[in-house]
């Protein structure tokens, strides 16, 4: 099959180049006998614009030609790279396929049972790898099995877990955006206070509950900061009775931007108050 393959691939390789000879010979004969033509008909006559334009068609020409040479280069040598390399995946296969039938029949001298399949084979092979390192084939070989079925029962227990995760994870994002919404998630996404709040407790605890929680500490931190807020006004206004002025004014220190309430209490420590 290969080799009708690489003869196929040859054959293809001599049409093309003959393409190329017929096109090269068509392209010149022609290109002579336009020449030809031009100066039999036009004779003294054609002016150098024609000339120029007959040289620029031939000029064309020979780059189509080129560039077709090129695509045709390039699709063989990606052919013979296809070729070779079902080539190498046949030959190891066949080596493979080989060296297990070369053991089926033969008794393994560990066991004294006769090999029959490739599982049998692997079975001899990894005893014989035991032997070769000194220590007991059929001692090792069952510590080899146990250490297997170990490693598959991990592997499930841990598969097991992480579905067991991502279906905790999006049920918890569910209910997040019923109570809430995408917009808030997104926003609370680059939130670092929020962020360093929630480390640790991601997966563990509902996001629902953990932005609840954050929100207390915020409203807790909040009223605390105004109380302070108004106490620096207090003590920085110049005249007695500062906080009844403060308070006449009835500033929503709750509702107030952070920029307007950093810069308020910067008036107070200034001394802008009055």
């Not at 080799?3 to 690489?6: C, D, L, R």
């Not at 509702?255 to 107070?268: L, P, R, T, V």
């Given at each position: 099959m290969e080799?009708?393959?690489?003869i196929e691939s040859v054959n293809n390789l001599e049409v093309a180049e003959q393409e190329e000879v017929v096109e090269s010979t068509t392209t010149t004969n022609t290109t002579e006998n336009t020449v030809e033509n031009v100066d039999t008909t036009e004779g003294s006559e054609t002016n150098g614009s024609d000339e120029t334009n007959q040289k620029e068609e031939i000029k064309q020409t020979h780059e189509d030609n080129k560039y077709a040479r090129l695509a045709r280069k390039q699709a063989e040598e990606e052919a013979k790279k296809k070729i070779e390399q079902a080539r190498k995946e046949a030959y190891e296969q066949g080596l493979q396929q080989g060296k297990v039938q070369s053991y089926i029949g033969k008794q393994n001298p560990y066991t004294g049972e006769t090999i029959k399949d490739e599982y049998d084979v692997q079975e001899y092979l990894d005893m014989y790898k035991i032997d070769s390192s000194g220590k007991d084939p059929i001692a090792g070989y069952r510590e080899l099995q146990k250490q297997k079925y170990r490693e598959e029962a991990e592997k499930k227990v841990k598969l097991d877990e992480?579905?067991?995760?991502?279906?905790?994870?999006?049920?918890?994002t569910k209910d997040f955006l019923e109570k809430y919404s995408q917009e808030k998630l997104q926003e609370l996404s680059k939130d670092e206070d929020f962020n360093l709040f929630a480390s640790g407790k991601i997966g563990k605890v509902s996001l629902a509950n953990i932005y609840e929680d954050y929100q207390k500490l915020i409203s807790k931190y909040q009223k605390k900061s105004v109380e302070t807020a108004k106490q620096i006004v207090a003590n920085n206004t110049v005249t007695p009775g500062a906080i009844e002025e403060t308070d006449s004014q009835e500033l929503d220190w709750n509702?107030?931007?952070?920029?307007?309430?950093?810069?308020?209490?910067?008036?107070?420590k200034d001394g802008e108050l009055k």
């Open positions: 080799n009708n393959e690489e992480e579905t067991k995760q991502k279906k905790w994870y999006e049920d918890d509702s107030m931007s952070k920029e307007q309430f950093e810069k308020y209490i910067q008036k107070a």
